[in-house]
């Protein structure tokens, strides 16, 4: 539900990564912020635990350049993984223009996806989009790990549909922005098409 401001020619949009506890979504957005230069994000807002697991959400305005005279911002969301705070989830969800999920790539955490991702669908559903037709991209994190699972059965089990999916290694920055890319031109296709 993108937020388009005609008065200040911007046009909002809200991305959210998604995915099973520890796979790597604040890290996503601490790469990207560290990247990005200063006069296109904003402040980056973690609310997180002692043991930096995310509470409630991260936080990062992006600007993307301009579309016809209007400015892009994107709004970056993580939410929290960890299985009890649905409710953030859900609340976090809301709004939500494209989707990120996040996979971690290791094999004790086939399991922890497979939830995550139905909960996902479940947490869409309930708010009234559907995955498969809402801007979405996979991103399979921590490819550097031994015990990684190959792409192609990661695919198998996360990505059946063969949606944009991107491997990654998001604590080196590995894929972080191609990720990024590649859900901000879904949403401004979507946008275009007045979606
Ligand atoms: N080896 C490896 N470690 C990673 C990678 N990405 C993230 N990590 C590590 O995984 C741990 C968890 O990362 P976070 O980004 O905090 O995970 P999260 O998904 O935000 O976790 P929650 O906030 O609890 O949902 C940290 O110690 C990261 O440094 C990666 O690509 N490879
Ligand atoms: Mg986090």
Redesign the pocket.
């Known amino acids: 539900m993108s937020f388009i401001n005609y008065m200040a020619r911007e046009i909002n949009c809200k991305i959210v990564y998604y995915?099973?506890?520890?796979?790597?979504?604040?890290?996503?957005l601490q790469y990207i912020y560290e990247k990005t230069n200063p006069n296109a994000k904003g402040k980056m807002i973690s609310l997180?635990t002692e043991t930096?697991?995310?509470l409630f959400f991260d936080f990062l305005p992006l600007s993307l350049g301009e579309i016809r005279g209007f400015k892009t911002r994107f709004h970056l969301y993580?939410?929290?993984?960890?299985v009890f705070y649905d409710a953030s989830r859900k609340l976090i969800l809301k709004g939500v223009d494209g989707v990120i999920f996040?996979a971690d790539s290791q094999f004790e955490r086939l399991e922890a996806n497979q939830e995550s991702l139905d909960n996902l669908r479940t947490n869409l559903a309930e708010q009234g989009y559907d995955i498969d037709r809402i801007p979405y991209v996979v991103q399979y994190?921590?490819?550097?790990?031994p015990n990684a699972v190959d792409v192609d059965e990661l695919r198998g089990l996360l990505n059946p549909g063969g949606l944009p999916d991107f491997e990654?290694?998001?604590?080196?920055g590995t894929g972080v922005f191609e990720t990024l890319k590649s859900v901000s031109k879904l949403v401004l296709t979507e946008l275009k098409r007045g979606g």
């Open positions: 995915g099973p506890g520890l796979c790597g979504k604040t890290t996503n997180a930096e697991r995310t993580t939410v929290p993984g960890q996040v994190n921590k490819r550097d790990l990654a290694v998001a604590r080196v």
